[in-house]
Structures are given as structure tokens and as C-alpha cells.
């Protein structure tokens, strides 16, 4: 296998595949050999007879081989579970460099909505700051192609891609209610793992540390990020996590345990899959350096497993808004086609033992950022939560 093959996303289901197609009502594998073998032909002479007939009398063109990627996804649609896809060869390419921490596309980071994406951070520099997309805006369409009620994966598979190519984007200013069509040209971007500063409360100085991804490497980053900080003399450190829709599931267990020498971080189990627990991995630092989590809506699955994780073990206050309360988690199979079967396997709990599935972690600490002003609301409240803090040691 790849290495997208296991790879497990902070992201439910039973789906049962074996050769040449899909059991939804009961277990395949409890037929005999030859009551299995006539259900597989039988679901193949019909997808060929499905296929022929739209071939012979559909009133335009069609790509025998686009009707079959779209087949494979409406197989994995029909488990009604949004967290679920079937990602084509070209989708599985872009995930995985969006994994890596790089990618070719129009720099911007997203949250899905039932309208399509919602802005969540423009990336300076990039395409799409340049085609003035801004955060709060809805991405409503790709190509000319609507991408309401697809997963936010296959939604952004679709805008990336090689870098010089072109897309057009439908872009809706919430404010405004107008949709415009924007042609971006895609460009390789870095993502900004993670970034930190220095910013004062009173005379003393704490240390932000924005973290936009869990790709691989992600808790390394954090981890330098945190060191030169506390070097420059930072009193303490906010985590902002907000905008942070997840990625890999060990990155987030790597990331708490930036924070928290040992313990539970989280525990997971699925139907096929026994219950499983992540402790921390030590070398945190020092216990006594006081720490804040800033979140919002836009902070979801990994994200939620190190603020959860930071919250049961008392080792930060949380602030912000409500998370988005993603509490199943996902593996990656690579097909025989070089596509991608992403399937939510399990769910996933904090230490508590609390799953956050649709509801979220609520923070202690209400504070929230007005997309329609260039300030950050938000942050100074978490910087003054934290200077409390670090005065009450």
C-alpha cells in the first residue's frame, strides 16, 4: 500500500465491498461461493446494461469513463455519511500533496458548507488574494459545476490542480448576495504549517502560535515555533487553532503532547475496529508555562482532539466559539485504480471519554471574530485570558 493506504484522518459507517460490487443488505461473506458469485454478476451485467443504454440513447456525449468514476462515488454517497468518498486518481494526487503540506491549487483555506466552501483564510500572495476571494466569502461553484453538498475533500480536489492551469470559480460575497466568476491561475503553494509571534498584555509578552494544518511534520513545526518563543521571552503561549479543519490523526496526538507530558489523549473505536488509545509521547514543555486555546467554527477533528485533549487534562483554557464537532475519524485505501477510497471507520473520544460528533467543544471562554473588520477580535481576548493565566501562577 501508498502511503495514503492507512493513512487515518481525524475525520462512520459500514460499508461491505468485495470484487466487483457493493452488499448493503446483510453479510456477502455468509453466502456460498456460488450464491456470491452470481450476486457479482449480476450486479456487473447490470451496471453494463446501465451503461450501454445511456451510451446508445442519452441525448449528448458521454465519457464511458466518467460515468464510471461517478459511479464509484454514487456507491459511497449512498452511505449518506458526508465524511465518506471515493476520491478519483486526480483527487487522491491532490489530497496527497495537501497532506504533505504543499500543493498545487489557489491558496486558501476552506470550511465545508452546505452552499459549497466558506472562506476561511486567504493566503497572502496567492492566487486567490490576488482574484480578491476573501475571508467569509462562499466558493458556490467550480467550472461551472456546483459544488453544494459535496465534502469539502472533493470540493477542493477540484479546485486544485497543476500549477499554470486555470479555474473559474463562483464566488458569492455574503454581504453582497451577487455570485461572480473569478479565473484564478493555479500556482504551487506552501501552506504555512505553522507561524508565531510575539505580542504584548500589559507590559509582558506572550508567544501565538497559529497552527492552519495537521499535515505531516505539523507538531515539529509547533514545537519550533513554541522553543523560539519562549526564548524571546514569552510568558506564555495561545495556540490558535482556528480555521484548522484537521489532517492526520498521529499529528494531533503529537501536537498535544507538545503540552502534555503523558496521559490519554484520545481514544478511538469503529464497529470492525477494537478500541484503540493514544497517550502522549513526553518531551512537552515545562508544565508551568500557561497556555490558551483559541477556536472556532472552522477548527474541526484534529483540531478538536488537542483542544478536547489540552481541556481534560487542565493543561489550557479554551477560547473562541463553538467547534464544529467532527467526532469520526477516517482511513485511506488505495485502489487498484489509483484512486482513493476514504471511508469513516470509527469514531473518535476525548480523555473524558466525551464524543464531540455535532456538538462540538464549547469554549469556557466566549470570544468571537468579526469577518467584517480588519481586526482580530478574538485574539486579544485569548491574550488576556492567558496574561490571567500566567499572573494567577
Known amino acids: 500500500m501508498t502511503s495514503l493506504s492507512k493513512s487515518v484522518i481525524a475525520v462512520v459507517c459500514g460499508l461491505l465491498l468485495f470484487v466487483g460490487g457493493i452488499w448493503l443488505g446483510g453479510h456477502p461473506e455468509q453466502l456460498p461461493d456460488p450464491a456470491r458469485n452470481a450476486l457479482v454478476d449480476d450486479d456487473r451485467a447490470l451496471r453494463a446494461e446501465i451503461v450501454d443504454s445511456i451510451k446508445d440513447n442519452f441525448y449528448r456525449e458521454t465519457d464511458e469513463a466518467d460515468i464510471r468514476e461517478s459511479s464509484l462515488k454514487g456507491i459511497v454517497e449512498g452511505l449518506g455519511d458526508q465524511f465518506s468518498n471515493y476520491l478519483t486518481p486526480e483527487e487522491a494526487e491532490q489530497f496527497e500533496q495537501a497532506v504533505q503540506g504543499e500543493f498545487e491549487g489557489v491558496g486558501m483555506n476552506v470550511e465545508e458548507d452546505r452552499r459549497g466552501l466558506l472562506v476561511i483564510r486567504v493566503f497572502e500572495g496567492s492566487p486567490a ?14 467550472d461551472g459545476e456546483s459544488i453544494a453538498g459535496l465534502s469539502s475533500d472533493v470540493a477542493t480536489a477540484r479546485i486544485k490542480g497543476e500549477a499554470g492551469t486555470k479555474v473559474k470559480l463562483e464566488v458569492v460575497d455574503p454581504d453582497e448576495g451577487t455570485p461572480r466568476t473569478v479565473e484564478l491561475t493555479r500556482a504551487k503553494i506552501e501552506v504555512p504549517v505553522a507561524e508565531g509571534r510575539i505580542r504584548q498584555v500589559g507590559g509582558r509578552e506572550y508567544g501565538v502560535v497559529a497552527l492552519t494544518t495537521f499535515s505531516r511534520g505539523a507538531h515539529g513545526k509547533v514545537r519550533q515555533e513554541v522553543d523560539r518563543l519562549l526564548e524571546d521571552g514569552a510568558e506564555g503561549i495561545v495556540l490558535d487553532l482556528r480555521g484548522n479543519g484537521g489532517g492526520l490523526l498521529d499529528e494531533a496526538v503529537l501536537v498535544s503532547s507538545q503540552f502534555i507530558e503523558d496521559g490519554l489523549i484520545t481514544f478511538t473505536k469503529g464497529r ?13 514543555i515545562d508544565g508551568d508555562v500557561p497556555v490558551v486555546v483559541l477556536v472556532d467554527r472552522g477548527s474541526a477533528s484534529a483540531s478538536e482532539i488537542v483542544t478536547g485533549a489540552l481541556r481534560d487534562s487542565e493543561r489550557a483554557t479554551v477560547v473562541g466559539t463553538r467547534t464544529f464537532g467532527k467526532g ?17 471507520v470509527g469514531e473518535y473520544f476525548l480523555p473524558s471519554g466525551e464524543n464531540i460528533g455535532k456538538k462540538g467543544i464549547v469554549p469556557s471562554v466566549k470570544a468571537k471574530d468579526d469577518p467584517e473588520t480588519d481586526r482580530d477580535e478574538a485574539l486579544p481576548k485569548a491574550l488576556r485570558t492567558l496574561a490571567e493565566k500566567a499572573a494567577a501562577t
Open 129 to 142: 488574494a490576488e482574484g480578491d476571494i476573501k475571508q467569509g466569502d462562499f466558493v458556490t461553484a467550480v
Open 272 to 284: 470492525t475496529r477494537p478500541r484503540r488509545e493514544f497517550e502522549a509521547e513526553g518531551e512537552a
Open 328 to 344: 469520526v475519524f477516517q482511513e485511506l485505501e488505495t485502489l487498484s485504480n489509483g484512486g482513493v477510497l476514504d471511508i469513516t
